[in-house]
């Protein structure tokens, strides 16, 4: 079964709109972080922003928050006014207690800002 | 300002070569791990090192092998190259201790066996 799951292949957004990129996961684990990394096509892994399943608000750095709904197991990545150079693609992971530190990844949303 | 260091960034070899892709960091993290990616694909992990001389398989079989000397370098290794080993590598670092601690990734190496 797919540990992470992001079911927007790609997506496209407005110049300085918001856009939502979903993310759900599973895990019976009680302690676990999820990340979220965007990837330009330069093929860099840039770090954007962490989410522990203990904590009581949704994190969020700059333009970019997580909207962390722990019951429904999902960990959306919203970006406020998007930004040219936010096309990109962004990958959604999970690391579980006791997983060496390594993170699994999901499959990724390309994102595309408009014009 | 990369403090994971991979090289080469692009690399394009025949078949049967052997190829080691260097990666070194210096932010003295313990854990380290190689990722491969397919383009435009997720990331799967195929090595990984608690420390020195600590090294691990991941969950994606690979014909690669890894070492771990020195903290700082990790280099992976492919004794004889084939076309299916084309892809990108990713390498990342992360210090010990706290779980929201993230993967900090080198610019990746792009493999290409001919």
């Known amino acids: 079964a797919q540990k992470i799951t992001q079911t927007q292949p790609g997506m496209f957004v407005q110049e300085k709109e918001a856009v939502t990129l979903d993310c759900t996961y599973d895990t019976s684990d009680p302690s676990y972080g999820l990340f979220w990394y965007k990837q330009p096509s330069s093929g860099e892994m840039i770090f954007l922003i962490y989410q522990g399943s203990y904590d009581q608000q949704n994190a969020t750095e700059g333009r970019y928050s997580l909207n962390f709904q722990k019951a429904r197991k999902s960990a959306n990545l919203v970006i406020s006014a998007s930004q040219l150079g936010d096309s990109a693609m962004y990958f959604c992971?999970?690391?579980?207690?006791?997983?060496?530190?390594?993170?699994?990844f999901g499959s990724g949303t390309q994102l595309t800002v408009l014009p | 300002e990369a403090d994971i260091y991979q090289t080469p960034r692009y690399l394009v070899i025949g078949t049967g070569k052997k190829i080691t892709l260097e990666c070194s960091q210096t932010?003295?993290?313990?854990?380290m791990y190689w990722y491969q990616q397919d383009p435009g694909m997720e990331l799967h992990l195929i090595h990984y090192?608690?420390?020195?001389?600590?090294?691990e398989k991941g969950d994606l079989s690979s014909e690669s092998t890894v070492s771990r000397i020195r903290t700082e370098h990790f280099p992976l290794t492919l004794e004889s190259a084939r076309p299916s080993h084309t892809s990108q590598y990713l390498c990342a670092s992360s210090r010990t201790g706290g779980d929201n601690s993230p993967l900090h990734f080198g610019n990746g190496t792009r493999l290409t066996v001919t």
């Open positions: 090192s608690y420390g020195v001389n600590s090294t």
């Open positions: 992971a999970m690391r579980e207690s006791g997983s060496a530190r390594q993170l699994t």
């Open positions: 932010m003295g993290h313990d854990k």
